[in-house]
């Protein structure tokens, strides 16, 4: 069983357009994250939830737009797309107190054309 | 702002060869991270260190941690072809709900 989820795992769409990247994870964990990992390798987080909350929102622009319906699911709707938000999108979860590390989704790749 | 610094960039070994891959960190934390990414994948986590001198090992890599020189170090000993791999620290701040600063990670590749 799947512990950290995300859908879909390839995204091909044009500039312009609206799309969603979902993410559900089922190891009862409080907290869920958005990763960006770029074209270098370099990851860097956009936004934190805790319990449906969120915690932390990075300098991301508002196109982009987190949403969390339970502790279990937060998932990321970015409008009018442009070309340098091709990447992978990694969705992570952790529990409080960390002892075991953020465990990772497998990774959503975005090409914008 | 917590800046994270790994190096080198890019390392190419032997194959039966110990070699150190270093990180360095700018402010207090007490939570660190070594993960594995293969190509395509996803990050699998390898050690949390959460403590001033933790030492951990799990086969052939070893990570440590000195939170007063702000700074730890994953230890790769006899290298076998597939520890090949991009390897990223990750810092922790912003208490325990905060996020991870990661490194720019180290491309490994260890040929026969």
Redesign the interface.
Same mark, same amino acid.
């Given at each position: 069983d799947t512990a950290v989820s995300q859908t879909p795992k390839y995204l091909v769409t044009q500039m312009g357009n609206d799309k969603s990247i979902k993410c559900e994870q089922n190891l009862g964990h409080d907290t869920m994250y958005w990763y960006k990992q770029d074209s270098k390798k370099f990851l860097k987080i956009m936004f934190s939830y805790n319990n449906k909350e969120l915690i932390i929102n990075e300098t991301v622009p508002n196109r982009f737009s987190p949403k969390s319906p339970d502790k279990a699911h937060l998932n990321l709707h970015i409008n009018s797309l442009e070309l340098g938000d091709s990447a992978v999108y990694f969705c992570a979860s952790s529990q409080v107190p960390d002892s075991y590390g953020y465990t990772f989704g497998s990774g959503t790749r975005l090409t914008v054309v | 702002e917590l800046k994270v610094e790994q190096n080198p960039l890019f390392l190419s070994m032997q194959e039966g060869k110990n070699y150190t891959i270093y990180c360095n960190y700018s402010t207090t934390s007490d939570?660190l991270?070594w993960?594995r *990414?293969d190509p395509g994948?996803? !990050?699998e986590?390898l050690f949390?260190l959460?403590s001033n001198g933790a030492v951990k090992q799990e086969g052939r890599l070893m990570a440590s941690l000195d939170t007063k020189a702000r700074l730890s170090t994953l230890h790769i000993t006899a290298a076998v072809h597939d520890l090949s791999a991009?390897y990223?620290c990750?810092v /922790?701040y /912003?208490g325990? *709900? =905060?996020? !991870?600063?990661?490194g720019? =990670?180290t491309k490994l590749s260890v040929k026969p």
């Open positions: - | 939570r991270y993960y *990414q994948k996803s !990050l986590s949390v959460l991009t990223f990750a /922790g /912003g325990s *709900q =905060g996020n !991870l600063i990661f720019k =990670g």
